[in-house]
């Protein structure tokens, strides 16, 4: 699936080892280098989910089991990722709240901040719940408490913690996590008939929510809101002083790129002679150039069964478009809550998501994903021909499934999939392709997650060893193809999980090629973004906050997303062979990850594209 943008509610799940071994010593804690290497763990489903809710002791209960398994976990296990620890001490503050326990809670949140690698969040995490549960004791005013512990924070380097926090809390509405309960949850509970780890927190966390957060919701926001004007300055935007625009450049070589994505509209483009075109094929619904390939004149696609389909975007019915305006301002507003801009579209998505029915949850979800889609791969295809008339821009559509729960995973849908895999790097090849840019990810958790929901397996082991066949046989066609086409720089984005790429195994950016480069997350003043991924894959950083493209029907619209730094990094890869050909992908590559700028934290390799064609210039 694709790198999304809009704030859904999905599922968290943890992952089986293949084999996690111990060392020869049993005192000794366990290694865990990946995600796979931990045990499942799994819960009765001893009720419906809205009951287990509204009955305070058996949730308890079930916090207490989930408590012990998460201090199981930290003494057995030798974590080697952050997030994981995190995740873990997370899950152990909020049932320590739960139980009434405030020092434990406080100690929790202590050791989330030192696990903390970005800056704003080692300030930021658990300062609400520390203003609560201080403000109890003391008997003081919680939003008293929160704007004292508010007003000393560097607003240069909390600024985006602090606007995504209350970005949250201003969508936060009861409806929407009943809603999940009962749209999300319950379903895949009834399949499975049990509890996953991921269902089992989320249980935790929406009471916690409920008691905790929701009634000091308004206050926080307004405490948030004051201190976002007291200190609020614009970031500088480094990024137009680093720009390269070959707009009127004579000498320039046409560079096809493709855009394996959700596909886009080819009118954006086409004015603008930025748009690749198969010569010897007309659009008649037959394979006029006799290449396998219906329609192809502008690039290829599949459904979402991994079938061989004509057409450049996701076809809409008349109801979808009628929509499709909606969504637009939506989208828009997404973007302007995690700014901090107070617009109607913002006010929009406050009210509809705030105020969301749970009976409505479904249909708004499901409109957000099959909307995400519908836009994405325009943007994508906008960002990455930005002031380049040499570029030529292919279409490689995939259809991402947009429905609340997942279809079931087969094997024969997996090899089907592996097959449109080899199929599109194939077609890239013969069409001469120089880079394709890859703003999508899958994991083998998406694929346990599914079986569960379709109730396939007898048990969490057993769905594990499902997903790592069904995954691998993806995973390593992708490898492979990428490694034969030795031709052609492949550039994944890196993810919005905030969560290391080789721990996780994301696919594509945790493949580690020389034809590939992986791209994180940051604004537009270089500094982290609180979503992006990371890892030691992750070779340079572009702005991927609030970025203005192309939407289908040639609206200009600003999104965030490791999917929006990606085609940066591809709109520079382009425009260096744009001037020099002859340029092989390694090589390209390595004047990209030579000429960024390395943070002094290290976390962060900044591109320099006016220094990349400098670079480029003095080697001719």
């Known amino acids: 699936m694709k790198f999304r943008q809009f704030p859904c509610l999905f599922l968290a799940f943890v992952c089986l080892p293949a084999a996690a071994q111990a060392n020869a010593d049993n005192s000794e804690r366990i290694v865990i280098e990946r995600l796979d290497d931990l045990p499942r763990l799994t819960y009765a489903a001893e009720m419906p989910l809205e009951d287990w809710m509204e009955d305070r002791g058996a949730l308890l209960d079930l916090a207490r089991r989930v408590g012990a398994d998460m201090r199981e976990r930290l003494e057995r296990f030798d974590l080697r990722d952050a997030s994981t620890l995190r995740s873990t001490h997370n899950t152990l503050r909020t049932i320590a709240w739960l139980r009434g326990d405030g020092d434990e809670a406080l100690r929790h949140i202590e050791a989330i901040r030192e696990l903390q690698e970005k800056p704003g969040d080692r300030l930021t995490n658990g300062l609400l719940l520390e203003a609560i549960i201080k403000a109890e004791r ?26 995504d926090l209350r970005a949250g809390l201003q969508t936060m509405g009861e409806g929407l996590y009943r809603g999940a309960l009962r749209s999300q949850m319950q379903p895949v509970v009834d399949q499975s008939g049990e509890l996953s780890l991921g269902i089992a927190t989320s249980l935790i966390s929406f009471r916690y929510m409920f008691d905790a957060i929701l009634p000091r919701r308004d206050a926080a926001v307004n405490v948030l809101t004051e201190y976002i004007e007291a200190n609020r300055e614009d970031k500088p935007d480094i990024w137009a002083d680093r720009s390269v625009d070959l707009s009127g450049r004579d000498g320039l070589t046409p560079v096809i790129v493709a855009v394996w994505d959700s596909g886009f509209d080819p009118g954006v483009f086409e004015s603008m002679g930025k748009l690749w075109r198969n010569a010897d094929e007309t659009r008649d619904g037959a394979d006029t150039s006799g290449n396998g390939w219906i ?40 973007t302007d809550l995690q700014a901090g801009v107070d617009s109607p579209e913002a006010q929009l998505v406050r009210e509809r998501m705030s105020g969301l029915e749970p009976e409505a949850y479904e249909e708004f979800v499901e409109n957000l994903s099959l909307f995400g889609s519908y836009v994405h791969g325009t943007h994508v295809a906008g960002i990455a021909a930005e002031g380049n008339p040499a570029i030529r821009l292919l279409n490689a559509r995939i259809t991402f499934g947009h429905k609340l729960l997942p279809e079931e995973p087969t094997l024969e849908l997996a090899v089907r999939s592996a097959r449109a895999t080899r199929d599109a790097v194939a077609y890239f090849r013969k069409q001469g392709v120089r880079v394709v840019n890859m703003s999508w990810g899958g994991t083998q958790a998406g694929y346990e997650y599914a079986l569960q929901a379709n109730g396939v397996g007898d048990d969490a082991e057993m769905r594990a060893e499902m997903a790592r066949v069904l995954f691998g046989i993806g995973y390593r066609a992708l490898v492979e193809a990428m490694e034969e086409a030795d031709d052609i720089l492949f550039i994944p984005a890196a993810g919005n999980s905030d969560d290391d790429v080789e721990f996780t195994q994301v696919i594509p950016s945790s493949i580690d090629l020389p034809n590939v480069l ?9 500094d982290e973004t609180g979503f992006t991924s990371h890892g030691r894959n992750v070779a340079v950083h572009a702005n991927g906050h609030a970025v203005e493209s192309w939407f289908p029907g040639g609206e200009r619209v600003a999104i965030s997303g490791t999917s929006m730094s990606a085609p940066n990094v591809a709109n520079l890869a382009a425009k260096l062979l744009a001037v020099d050909p002859s340029l092989t992908p390694v090589e390209v590559r390595e004047i990209i990850v030579s000429t960024a700028e390395r943070t002094e934290d290290g976390r962060r390799n900044l591109i320099h594209p006016r220094r990349a064609m400098e670079a480029l210039e003095a080697r001719r």
Do not use: C, M
């Open 295 to 334: 329609d192809d004149v502008h690039g290829i696609g599949w459904d979402k069964h991994y079938r061989r389909e004509a057409g450049d975007l996701l076809p809409l019915s008349d109801e979808e478009r009628a929509r499709y305006p909606e969504s637009v301002a939506l989208t828009k507003g997404f």
């Open 138 to 163: 003391r008997g003081e005013a919680f939003a008293d408490v929160y704007a004292a512990k508010l007003a000393d924070l560097p607003w240069s380097v909390v600024n985006e913690s602090i606007l």
């Open 518 to 526: 992986v791209v994180g997350a940051v604004d537009q003043a270089g």
